[in-house]
């Protein structure tokens, strides 16, 4: 599939580094600001996921879960979610969005919905990370259908049977747990043994390209440079809350910090 | 929808996990895929073990103290004038609720799987309690997690809890309830799979959880069954079981083995919490036809909003106060086996001066809400009528509730 996922892979690729995604909460403090944050962390990062808030997310750590709630208390809704990614890829087409979020939201929306309406907002991938294989074969059809990436989670708990049939049913991205943790944990494995674990899953299907997520700050991302792509989330969401707290600016603050991560890279 | 009637209720599930066809599964991280398989595997085959059920049989009889007694509340029967009224008294059990016997068997699969450490999520305490007690009989290190809430309302437990060498890790986040406590739970097991064990207090949770729940909390109706025959020589003919239900883990034990029956014969009635007088946050997602929505891992009737966002409920039972309800009891409500209704904190409090007035009794505030919804209708009722109320919980734990909402003699 040739998509913009796929084209920001390989742009990185050809400046040989990895692709840098964020994670940020939609609505997050307000729509107004999460729409800011977006476009101008977007200037550094290849692709941005956005994270549609659920008020019961078993998955999350603390600093995601604190922005997820600061969302849903400002009246984030669904439809609010979507029209953040339309008004974003309205000034910047070339960016890849994916959705993130649980699935009880997707439920409640109803899926063929959801998935239209993602089309029309230009999302690029989906990630549910409640729905584990084989329960999401149906609705990753359906993603594919749209030509938009269904983007299944591997975990170190993984065994190497379950990825290989998980990455038979992946499409062109896969985003691998650095860690046993939620989001936002302190990264208590080295960076050298996620790095053995993480070129395990790799050699499954070296053709598709795998993220490392789970942990990683700007301590630590350098280890991790030889991925194809990594994610950074709760570091940023702390950044955001910090400077709310602190009465800074969280679109400065927080671009700042992705461009700092940036650097790591190459 | 219809139940079959030589599989026990837990294992009517598909290949998926779930009852129905759509309530139940396991909506998890990818990360608990492989510990919930290894617990399946585990559960499947200690099950059919015999020495795995001598010992929980050991375990039931000479620490838990089976089988709780089964008396009749003559005074409330002569008084109320309608169907005769009977209890188990289900809160006799070591710890004073039926949560001891789930906890007592998670210890036991626990150590089978060589696991040192065991958590547990609480809301009234109880589950909480029963869990580190079980954890220091079995040598287990504990950690219980608690909304900050429920702390401040459910004193005694906790005391009790700390005293058996747990550790209570207060929560602050959302509604700071069981809800609450359940999620923060499931996330500490996420990143602590490998060494830990959980254990979820209801029958709610992860397919698996839900099953091993109802195994062990089935210990209530295998002992009413028996002490059925004895005392009337067979089962009644005319039959009513109220239980209350928060997550249903008393309930589907009181039941499990009466489901079979006719329902004209043996009919169950669950009663959930109405919350306080006109308010409009009730933890009575049954009774209430919510939507069907995905909570901790399930399948089930949950209280949200439109969007999907969980709602906060309002109880004054701490054990009732939660958001969803197992997945077993969304099917028997499905198939019209059982009938969900709901008590107010009000009719609660009522109940409990009526019963604790006529018998030496001292239900908690959970199962006043079966009592409430029992003694409306057994007046309406004749006498060969058997009413039997599952009195799952003690009152000890309810006492500064009780003593501000009924006054100082009520205590």
Known sequence: MSNLINLSFKNAKSENRPALLTFTVAGDNTKKKSLEILKSISNSADICELGFPHNTPIGDGGQIQTSSYRAIKNGITMSGVFEIIKKFKNSNLSKPVILMGYYNMIYQYGENKFIQRSKNSGVDGVIVVDLPWPENKPFAKKCKKKKISFIQLISPTTSLKRAKKIIKDSHDMVYYISMLSTTGGKLKVSTKKIMKNYRKIKKIDPKKNYVIGFGITEKTISGLKNADGLVVGSAICKKITESINRGQNPVINASNMVKKLKTKLI | ?411
């Open chain 2, 1 to 411: 929808m219809k139940i079959k009637k030589k599989l026990s209720l837990i294992d009517q599930h598909d290949k998926n996990g779930f009852w129905g066809g759509k309530f139940g599964g396991s909506f998890v991280p990818e990360t608990l895929k492989k510990p919930i398989e290894d617990l399946t595997l585990v559960f499947e085959k200690l099950r059919k073990n015999k020495n795995f059920i001598k010992k929980r049989d050991h375990y039931f009889k000479n620490y838990i103290g089976s089988p709780t007694s089964f008396v009749k509340l003559d005074n409330l029967t002569d008084h109320l004038n309608g169907a005769q009224i009977w209890t188990k008294i289900v809160s006799e059990a070591n710890g004073g609720a039926h949560k001891i016997y789930n906890a007592t068997v998670h210890a036991l699969i626990c150590k089978s799987m060589g696991k040192k450490y065991i958590i547990g999520d609480t809301g009234a305490g109880y589950a909480g309690k029963m869990l580190s007690m079980a954890a220091k009989k079995f040598g287990l290190k504990c950690k219980i997690f608690m909304g900050a809430k429920d702390i401040k309302r459910q004193k005694p437990n906790c005391d009790a809890m700390r005293k058996n060498g747990a550790e209570i890790i207060p929560v602050y986040t959302g509604s700071q309830t069981l809800i609450d406590a359940v999620s923060e739970c499931m996330r500490y097991w996420v990143s602590n799979c490998d060494t830990t064990h959980m254990c979820v207090g209801s029958t709610v949770g992860p397919n698996i959880f839900v099953k091993i729940c109802g195994w062990s909390t089935s210990q209530i109706s295998r002992e009413l069954k028996q002490q059925l025959c004895e005392q009337f020589g067979e089962i009644p003919k005319k039959m009513k079981l109220y239980n209350c239900v928060g997550g249903g883990s008393s309930s589907f034990g009181f039941w499990n083995e009466f489901i079979k029956y006719d329902k004209k014969q043996i009919e169950l009635i669950g009663v959930e919490a109405g919350g306080p007088y006109r308010s409009n946050k009730h933890a009575a997602p049954l009774t209430n036809n919510c939507k069907i929505g995905i909570l901790h891992g399930a399948m089930q009737y949950v209280v949200q909003n439109k969007d999907g966002q969980i709602e906060e409920t309002e109880s004054i039972s701490a054990g009732l106060d939660y958001s969803g309800v197992s997945p077993l009891h969304c099917y028997l409500k499905d198939s019209k086996r059982a009938r969900y209704v709901s008590a107010s904190d009000e009719e609660a409090l009522n109940a409990y001066k009526l019963v604790t007035k006529f018998e030496n009794i001292n239900p908690s505030l959970e199962p006043c809400h079966a009592f409430a919804i029992a003694c409306k209708e057994a007046k309406k009722l004749s006498r060969d009528t058997i009413i039997i109320v599952n009195s799952c919980g003690d009152a000890i734990k309810d006492r500064d509730i009780i003593k501000d909402r009924l006054g100082k003699r009520y205590v």
